[in-house]
């Protein structure tokens, strides 16, 4: 397990301020929906977009590990998931594969934007084709001189309402499969790109969530990232970042939830005694402990494989899947353990259970994730 230093800590004691104030009035924010401008002044402000970014860029420099810790404080003490998320996907959507696959120009053009966060940004890869199915999607881009011509429409994406930079993977040679992919950086006031509205959703509901449509729309051929043909490698890249990033801040969430319900348990007293006194009780507690404990473990551990350069497919896969489902079940939990009071929307555990339930759904399905393992033991899929 990896140990923190004081360094770590240190980084984490100087956004506690902000993790506090992003989460202000988040009971509020959910029934409003919605990302009000306001609220992103203080995502700014805060400094924590810069995380993972060179400095060169206006980032912090920080390494994965340590960005995680930060964004896993944020879990904790941020009581706004729909908010987290949307600051996570701005990390990871564009900055991330900028920095690693972008030429020196797209670099300059877009990275200190992004750190600043005056630029918002989003990834499309869902389309109403291509959900699970990546390479199945409908968006396709086609060659025209020194650009490239992207068609299509793109679903369910994150900050899509309201960012104005989207890194778009489009289909550019279904016959290639994998190598048929690529990754483009797309402004969004270029001409032919459509963004809908927000569209009402079950949780995280101040993250913004729209579709996205592209018509005729002409990009130049310097804003591929990587090499026509490199999407899949792109996609893979930032779906380990997106995965370690936004599920590491459940574990925060996991982990205040679980201090919540041991503070409950201990407080509230039924038949003479307090309820955590009772096995069934005290059992459902433990297990939303091991389950903080397991899912953080994994993430760290995968995150450290990464940054070692070791092949972390299956682990990620398992990180994802132990933690999201973990999150789902720990939010029940706690909704059990305060009995009617989970209930209700002041408390925030409902609004916590509605917050978990995309992450089974998003960053690749919790059947996607198995898949993904079984290949990994060599077990051959049927067909049936
Ligand atoms: C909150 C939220 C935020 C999102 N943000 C983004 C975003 O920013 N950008 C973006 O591009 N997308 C985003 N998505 C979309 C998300 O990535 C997709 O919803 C997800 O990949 C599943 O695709 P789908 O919805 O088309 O479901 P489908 O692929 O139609 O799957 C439906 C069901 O069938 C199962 N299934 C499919 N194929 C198989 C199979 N071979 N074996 C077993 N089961 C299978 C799935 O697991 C699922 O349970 C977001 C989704 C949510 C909920």
Request: charged share 25%; hydrophobic share 40%; with cysteine.
């Amino acid at each position: 397990m990896y140990e923190w230093n004081d360094t770590h800590r240190e980084l984490r004691a100087e956004f506690a301020h902000w993790y506090e104030v992003l989460g202000d009035g988040h009971l509020e924010a959910d029934r409003e929906a919605g990302l009000p401008t306001r609220k992103w002044e203080q995502v700014r402000e805060s400094g924590l977009l810069r995380l993972p970014f060179h400095t060169e860029w206006g980032g912090r420099g920080l390494d994965l590990l340590s960005t995680m810790y930060v964004l896993e404080g944020l879990g904790e003490h941020c009581r706004d998931g729909g908010l987290c998320f949307s600051l996570c996907t701005q990390i990871v959507s564009a900055g991330i594969p900028l920095q690693r696959y972008g030429s020196a120009e797209l670099k300059a053009r877009y990275l200190p934007r992004i750190c600043d966060g005056s630029l918002i940004t989003a990834h499309a890869i869902t389309d109403p084709d291509g959900g699970s199915d990546v390479l199945g999607m409908g968006m396709t881009a086609k060659p025209d001189g020194d650009h490239w011509v992207l068609d299509g429409d793109k679903v369910f994406i994150t900050n899509g309402p309201v960012a104005g930079l989207i890194v778009v993977y489009a289909v550019t040679d279904r016959d290639l499969g994998p190598f048929g992919l690529t990754a483009f950086l797309v402004d969004r006031d270029t001409e032919g790109v459509v963004a809908g509205p927000d569209v009402p959703k079950m949780g995280l509901r101040t993250s913004p969530l729209g579709e996205l449509s592209f018509r005729d729309c002409r990009i130049p051929a310097g804003n591929v990232l990587g090499r026509p043909g490199m999407g899949f490698a792109v996609l893979d890249h930032v779906m380990q970042w997106e995965i370690l990033c936004s599920f590491i801040v459940q574990a925060g969430a996991m982990r205040h939830r679980l201090d919540r319900c041991v503070e409950h348990a201990g407080r509230r007293r039924q038949f003479g005694r307090p309820i955590g006194s009772y096995q069934m009780v005290a059992g459902q507690i433990v297990d939303m402990k091991i389950a903080v404990e397991t899912s953080r473990r994994w993430l760290y551990d995968a995150a450290e494989g990464l940054t070692k350069g070791r092949d972390v497919t299956t682990d990620i896969a398992i990180a994802k899947v132990l933690t999201s489902e973990a999150n789902v079940k720990s939010a029940l939990s706690a909704v059990q353990i305060f009995g009617g009071r989970g209930y209700l929307a002041e408390t925030g555990l409902e609004k916590d259970l509605r917050d978990a339930i995309g992450g089974t759904v998003y960053s690749g399905t919790s059947e996607m994730q198995r898949i993904r393992i079984a290949r990994m033991l060599g077990l051959k899929e049927s067909q049936t």
